[in-house]
């Protein structure tokens, strides 16, 4: 079964498919969501992009726990981080504007994958967090350095230090999403797709995005370090196995 799904055309669809894993993200996923991005940005047919997930239930619940659970070493949690890093990236430099459509979970890494579009759809029912710390993480897609620059510095060492739960009525007062909607966030972002789909939109998008300059280095040391920490494997396992205490 494909990771990722995708329906190409003018407003080009990029859906994550692991509704059983609330559509978590590990290394194959985040692969085939890159190599999707990749396609969609340089096929002259797509306008825009969208990016969702299947079900309903959760836009994205974030680093899939197991796959971070099994990273043993220095290499391999470098290794996690720029994959995580250089999609996101993908989906920051696009010439084309992506669209995030969120329907129910957009948690950690999800809510990172979010932040690094050029506008966020959420239904009224979502939910958004950066709760690493309570495993002992710290986040490793972004939310250090792209969060503050959404939500203001305070909002963010709130959202990021306690890892807080917030609805779609909060996230919009903070600037987190830009709209929420009635029924599926898909339909109301593909409507807004069309609209934001000429050349000029796609030049103004890369002259925004190309005057910010993010500084990744202490967010992927930090990353690192908490990740191999005995007690975070700890919180993992636990947080995999909840029987076991």
Not at 18 to 44: F, M, V, W, Y
Not at 79 to 106: H, M, R
Not at 122 to 142: C, D, H, I, N, Y
Not at 179 to 206: H, L, M, P
Request: hydrophobic letters at 35%; a positive charge.
């Amino acid at each position: 079964m494909r990771n990722i799904l995708v329906k190409s055309g003018p407003i080009t669809e990029i859906t994550i498919n692991r509704p059983e894993k609330h559509n978590a993200l590990d290394g194959e996923t985040l692969s085939q969501l890159s190599s999707a991005i990749k396609k969609a940005s340089t096929d002259k047919s797509c306008k825009s992009i969208i990016i969702s997930g299947v079900g309903g239930k959760s836009f994205s619940s974030g680093a899939d726990i197991r796959y971070l659970y099994n990273i043993k070493n220095e290499t391999e949690a470098a290794t996690a981080y720029e994959l995580f890093y250089s999609t996101y990236k993908q989906i920051w430099d696009s010439p084309k504007p992506v669209i995030a459509a969120i329907n129910g979970y957009c948690l950690g890494g999800g809510n990172e994958l979010a932040m690094s579009c050029d506008f966020r759809f959420a239904s009224k029912g979502s939910t958004f967090a950066q709760p690493e710390v309570k495993l002992g993480l710290v986040p490793g897609g972004g939310a250090t350095y792209r969060l503050k620059l959404l939500t203001g510095l305070q909002s963010a060492r709130k959202i990021i230090l306690t890892g807080e739960t917030i609805d779609s009525k909060k996230a919009l007062s903070i600037g987190l999403i830009d709209f929420i909607v009635n029924g599926n966030a898909i339909t109301s972002a593909s409507k807004f797709a069309k609209s934001i789909d000429s050349e000029a939109q796609s030049y103004a998008k890369r002259a925004i995005n190309s005057s910010i300059n993010f500084y990744y280095e202490h967010e992927k040391e930090m990353f690192i370090k908490s990740l191999l920490s005995p007690k975070t494997k700890e919180l993992l396992a636990k947080f995999l196995n909840p029987k076991v205490r």
